[in-house]
């Protein structure tokens, strides 16, 4: 992943590039103003001891860049009272509301690389503690700042054609969104904490449809709706993946009947959980159903509640990945995951059918999303079973996409343990191998740094992609091999090369029996069938 302090100018470098012909800015201690009736080309040096202010310098900005992307790096950390693009420069100027919120924006990015459209940018404090535009040349610019303004205050925008051309009035309070590039796992709250920061969060579904992940979100107002998808339309979550995908919705109420990992209405934290699904602990339901500024605070604060799986991946270093900073940078669209081991490797597995259940077929499946070092079913509780991913982002990545899923006729239930580690029983002591140690594995799809199979994760469905398919093998070699394997296979389909094929299940369950019992069959002359999850249908 990207690197982060190193690459952020913040009071330390000087800006030297000569600005916008046809923006005229004053003298460093009053303000900037942008007046196009004046040629005059000055330079503005933002000293490296620089105090702060509520003006905020970005450089290096992509080209074609909107203002709603660039408004969009300061509104997580408070009010944008103006804004100055130089195109022709790719600069901007951003003015915050107060000088503490600039001065949190600035601390932060010191910390996260701030990018804009997956490019690094550069933020420094300005030496001008106000920023004035006049000018004609910038008026997109103002209106789009107007509209995002009236939305944050509960108004309605501007009526002028620049305001309508990015805000129409909101149609509903709910929007489908969609997650494309899903690398990492998204869950029901990391949904909400984003999306919590543009206003009360009522209601979210989610579920997969045509292999995508997708979702429902209610909130208390259209007009909130309409402000979260102005600003996080084509953002992604993570670094470089997990892109958001937004429209309104048709519907404009969502009825919620659980409380669980898959659907959550706040305003209702009573609801069951339903079959085969993790409850929601009563407190942290209240404590989610909270406005969203008492949740999140300040981006300098800390959000202490959250049920199993929810918030970020352990990324930022020093900052604490469930602080509302991480969150804040998140509704922007730019936290960077640095792939580092965190806590929460290892996964409780539960609900298991214990007749058929084999440490091999929980490495098997659960491998699909990670490299799994270690898997021990519970001596006493035959049902569970703890596996170790190598890392946090491998865990909650399997647990996003095999909770709730059936296996051996069983909906297993996937939660994060408490324990760092699987501990293998004592030398010379019989566990009826109910342990395994699977580090040195072969068969470690993720080992390989770079490999093409961390763009290929996708959620369990009824369409297997199979690879390393020989020659002499034919589509009735494998429809008999699956359907072998006590399901039905309903379509087939080979690629060009006929090393690869895509095989379609009647079911998701019985293409995750598939998938466990041939992933790695010997198909002859040192030909081991690779068998995943794919997005695709025949």
Request: hydrophobic share 35%; charged share 20%.
């Amino acid at each position: 992943m990207d690197g982060i302090a190193s690459d952020v100018a913040v009071g330390v470098k000087r800006s030297s590039d000569e600005l916008l012909s046809g923006s005229l800015y004053n003298s460093p201690n009053s303000s900037v103003t942008a007046n196009g009736s004046d040629s005059k080309k000055l330079r503005v040096e933002d000293s490296m001891d620089s105090p702060p202010s509520r003006v905020i310098h970005i450089r290096k900005l992509p080209n074609e860049v909107s203002e709603t992307e660039v408004i969009a790096l300061g509104l997580p950390f408070g009010k944008v009272t103006n804004i100055l693009m130089l195109k022709g420069k790719n600069q901007a100027f951003l003015e915050l509301g107060t000088e503490e919120a600039a001065i949190t924006m600035v601390n932060y990015y010191t910390a996260v690389t701030p990018q804009v459209r997956n490019v690094p940018v550069f933020i420094q404090y300005s030496n001008h503690k106000e920023l004035k535009t006049d000018s004609a040349l910038n008026q997109r610019a103002q209106a789009v700042l107007q509209a995002v303004s009236a939305v944050q205050e509960g108004g309605s925008p501007s009526s002028d054609t620049a305001s309508e051309s990015v805000l129409t009035p909101a149609p509903s309070p709910v929007l489908r969104i969609i997650i494309d590039n899903m690398f990492y796992p998204v869950t029901l709250d990391v949904l909400q904490q984003i999306f919590s920061k543009f206003g009360t969060v009522m209601k979210i579904i989610t579920f997969t449809k045509n292999n995508q992940f997708q979702a429902l979100l209610q909130f208390s107002d259209p007009v909130n709706a309409q402000q979260a998808k102005l600003s996080l339309d084509g953002q992604n979550i993570y670094n470089s993946c997990c892109t958001l995908r937004i429209d309104f919705s048709k519907l404009v109420n969502l009825n919620v009947k659980y409380n669980n990992d898959k659907s959550r209405d706040y305003t209702r934290p009573e609801l069951p959980a339903g079959d085969g699904q993790p409850p929601v602990d009563p407190s942290v339901a209240a404590a989610l159903n909270k406005d969203s500024t008492s949740l999140l605070g300040t981006p300098s604060g800390m959000v202490t509640s959250y049920s199993s799986g929810g918030g970020f991946p352990s990324s930022l270093g020093a900052i604490s990945p469930l602080s509302a900073a991480a969150a804040a940078a998140a509704a922007a669209g730019r936290v960077v995951l640095s792939g580092h081991s965190g806590p929460g490797g290892v996964l409780l597995v539960s609900n298991l059918n214990e007749e058929m259940v084999t440490p091999q077929s929980l490495f098997t499946l659960f491998g699909v999303y990670g490299d799994v070092q270690r898997v021990k079913i519970l001596y006493n509780k035959k049902d569970s079973a703890l596996i170790q991913m190598s890392d946090g982002n491998q865990a909650q990545l399997a647990m996003s996409h095999l909770n709730g899923q059936k296996m051996y006729g069983k909906i297993i239930r996937v939660t994060l343990s408490k324990h760092q580690t699987v501990q293998l029983p004592r030398e010379g002591l019989d566990d009826q191998g109910l342990t395994k140690d699977f580090t040195s594995s072969p068969l470690h799809r993720f080992k390989k740094p770079g490999s093409k199979n961390f763009q290929n994760i996708f959620p369990p469905s009824a369409t297997l992609h199979l690879s390393n398919i020989p020659e002499s093998v034919t589509e009735d070699d494998l429809r008999l091999l699956f359907s072998n394997s006590g399901g039905t296979v309903k379509a087939f389909k080979f690629f060009q090369d006929r090393k690869m094929a895509l095989l379609q299940m009647a079911t998701v369950e019985e293409a995750i029996q598939a998938l466990i019992d041939l992933h790695n069959y010997d198909m002859g002359r040192g030909h081991r069938l690779r068998v995943s999850f794919s997005k695709s249908t025949i």
